[in-house]
């Protein structure tokens, strides 16, 4: 059973379903503080107080697309007590059995990761998504949905990747920069970044982070 903190985003309900077809049962979902914070309806699935006894010293996911959001709702959670529960794979994706996974990442449907990789803790990786070998995606990196990443490319922490970009091999992505969706990456992006278009090239070079939100 796994609690699921943070429900700001509807990518809730595509969390709850990757759960259900890996037939790991959904304990609540909490409502962080940082919820409080977001205007607007927010999912009200299967709601349950973070002390909740059954949820006491139990493990968590956070089901966020946004890299420094997912972080200050997981310290958030380790600080009531929960811990981390093992990184968890759509059953449709297929995944390199020498890439290794970190805990409380999120795999959704139809991911192909390579061998030889490694996932940091609470990397995020949507649908469609192909990863190459060799690759290493560093904690709270995400990557959006139809992305491409060759070989050997790193993504540093915080790191966030736009639906259906394309890096090509070996390609370094620094800390808390952003590709956006469909930019064709063939160089290095730097630190706090936002690269856009085919090819890339550098729309903002002062972000924090996804919308400015950093790790």
């Known amino acids: 059973m796994v609690a699921l903190v943070g429900v700001e985003s509807k990518y809730i309900f595509d969390v709850i379903d990757i759960l259900s077809r890996c037939v790991i049962p959904v304990g609540g979902c909490v409502r962080s503080a940082f919820d409080q914070r977001v205007a607007g309806d927010l999912p009200r699935l299967c709601s349950t107080d973070a002390l909740d006894p059954k949820l006491t010293g139990g493990t968590f996911l956070v089901p966020l697309l946004t890299p420094g959001r997912r972080k200050r709702v997981v310290d958030e959670a380790r600080g009531i007590g929960l811990r981390p529960h093992r990184a968890v794979c759509d059953r449709t994706s297929v995944i390199a059995d020498s890439t290794q996974l970190g805990d409380g990442s999120l795999i959704n449907a139809l991911v192909t990761i ?72 063939m160089r290095d992006v730097e630190p706090g970044v936002m690269v856009v278009g085919n090819p890339a090239t550098v729309l903002r070079n002062d972000i924090e982070g996804y919308r400015d939100v950093g790790v």
Do not use: E, M, Q, W
């Open 114 to 185: 390579g061998p030889n990789g490694s996932l940091g803790a609470h990397v995020s990786i949507n649908r469609n998504a192909s990863i190459g070998h060799n690759c290493l995606l560093d904690d709270y990196a995400s990557v959006g949905p139809g992305v491409t990443i060759c070989g050997g490319c790193v993504l540093a922490p915080g790191a966030f990747i736009g639906a259906g970009a394309v890096l090509g091999p070996k390609v370094h992505i620094g800390r808390n920069a952003v590709v956006g969706a469909g930019a064709v990456v």
